[in-house]
C-alpha cells in the first residue's frame, strides 16, 4: 500500500473549522483516500472515503486535491469530543490479493482542541 | 444496532502465562479482524478471518499466538506464552465483507498488561 504522510500534531479552537492535512505522493490512481479517527481509550472510527471528488457527510468533509497528491480532512466546527488521532489510509479498489479489506495504519495526526 | 463486542477489557498477567480475547462482531459481518496496538502506534493487523476461513495472518507470531473463528461469528486469540512486548491493547473489527471500499468497525479493545 502506499504510504501517507501526516503531521504528528495539531491544535483547534472549539467551534472554529479545523483542517487536517495528508500527503500521499504515490497514490496510484486506483487508491482509495479512507479517514478514520480513534477517541481516547476507544477503537478508530470510520469518518469518510473518497476517490477523486471531494465528499461530504455528517461527521466532515473531505477534499482532495487535483493531482489526488494530497488532501485534507475539514471538521467545520470543531467540540471537544472531535479531539482524537486521525488516521489517513490509503486502499486499492483493485486490491484483490489475501489482504482484502485490512487497513494499514500509520500514527496519524493528534488533534487537541482547546475549549 | 449492535457494536462489536470484546472482553475482557483488562487483562494484567504475568509474563510465560496464558491469555485469551473474546471477540462477538456485528451481526452479520462475514470479515473479522484482529489487530495489536502498541502505545503511541497505530494499529497493527494480527489476523483477517473471511467467515471462518483465514485471509492474512502474515503478520501473526505464530510461535506464541493463535486465533480461531469458530463457526464464522465469535472470534478467540489467544496468546500463550506471554511476553512483556505482548503489552498492548488488542482490537476487533469487523466489517459486512472484505472489500477494500468497506467500512471497518472496531471494538473498544482489551488493554493487556504483561507484567
Known amino acids: 500500500d502506499a504510504k501517507t504522510t501526516q503531521p504528528n500534531s495539531m491544535e483547534s479552537n472549539e467551534e472554529e473549522p479545523v483542517h487536517l492535512p495528508c500527503n500521499h505522493s504515490?497514490?496510484?490512481?486506483?487508491?482509495?483516500i479512507h479517514w478514520y479517527r480513534q477517541l481516547p481509550s476507544q477503537g478508530p472510527e470510520y469518518v469518510i472515503h473518497?476517490?477523486?471528488s471531494n465528499v461530504n457527510n455528517r461527521m466532515a468533509s473531505l477534499a482532495i486535491a487535483e493531482d489526488r497528491k494530497s488532501s485534507t480532512l475539514i471538521l467545520h466546527r470543531a467540540t471537544l469530543r472531535d479531539a482524537a488521532v486521525y488516521y489517513c489510509i490509503l486502499r486499492d479498489r483493485l486490491d484483490y490479493g489475501g489482504s482484502q479489506g485490512n487497513l494499514i495504519f500509520g500514527k496519524g495526526t493528534k488533534l487537541s482542541v482547546k475549549p | 444496532e449492535a457494536g462489536v463486542a470484546q472482553s475482557p477489557r483488562y487483562k494484567i498477567i504475568e509474563k510465560r502465562q496464558s491469555v485469551a480475547f473474546w471477540c462477538n462482531p456485528i451481526?452479520?459481518?462475514?470479515?473479522l479482524y484482529w489487530y495489536q496496538q502498541i502505545l503511541g502506534q497505530g494499529p497493527k493487523l494480527l489476523i483477517q478471518f473471511q467467515n471462518n476461513g483465514v485471509v492474512d495472518d502474515s503478520q501473526l507470531p505464530k510461535d506464541r499466538f493463535s486465533a480461531e473463528r469458530l463457526k464464522g461469528v465469535d472470534s478467540t486469540l489467544k496468546i500463550q506464552p506471554a511476553k512483556l512486548e505482548d503489552s498492548a491493547v488488542y482490537l476487533c473489527a469487523s466489517s459486512l465483507a472484505a472489500a477494500t471500499n468497506e467500512k471497518l468497525f472496531f471494538g473498544s479493545g482489551t488493554q493487556l498488561s504483561v507484567l
Open positions: 451481526s452479520g459481518h462475514a470479515t
Open positions: 473518497g476517490l477523486t
Open positions: 504515490t497514490i496510484s490512481g486506483t487508491d482509495y
